[in-house]
Nanobody
Framework: VQLAESGGGLVQPGGSLRLSCVASGFTSSSYTMRWYRQAAGKEREMVATIYSVGRSTVYADSVKGRFTISRDNAKNAVYLQMNSLKPEDTAIYYC??????????WGQGTQVTVSS
């Protein structure tokens, strides 16, 4: 079982990045998929959620209107489109697949740095 994030990097303020998270070893379509982030010296926070049923979404107030979470079940993947990036978006971004207490998987994270 593995979640592999990619797409992080260095971007200027106002720029965009698209993060990808590909699942292997299980079928992610029946899982709630979430993106979290953790900035240096801060607690990990939930950024965006997409549910398996109806594909409804939830966002942290700090990213509403700028970030979009989506999923492609055929590719066993979830994405996070990040627009209008700010320096305060700098963090390690993690993907999580959640179905139950015993089916709860995390990726290793991808670094996003927003700086001029």
């Amino acid at each position: 079982v593995q979640l592999a994030e990619s797409g992080g990097g260095l971007v200027q303020p106002g720029g965009s990045l698209r993060l990808s998270c590909v699942a292997s070893g299980f079928t992610s379509s029946s899982y709630t998929m979430r993106w979290y982030r953790q900035a240096a010296g801060k607690e990990r926070e939930m950024v965006a959620t997409i549910y398996s049923v109806g594909r409804s979404t939830v966002y942290a107030d700090s990213v509403k209107g700028r970030f979009t979470i989506s999923r492609d079940n055929a590719k066993n993947a979830v994405y996070l489109q990040m627009n209008s990036l700010k320096p305060e978006d700098t963090a390690i971004y993690y993907c999580r697949a959640l179905q139950s207490l015993t089916r709860d998987y995390w990726g290793q994270g991808t670094q996003v740095t927003v700086s001029s």
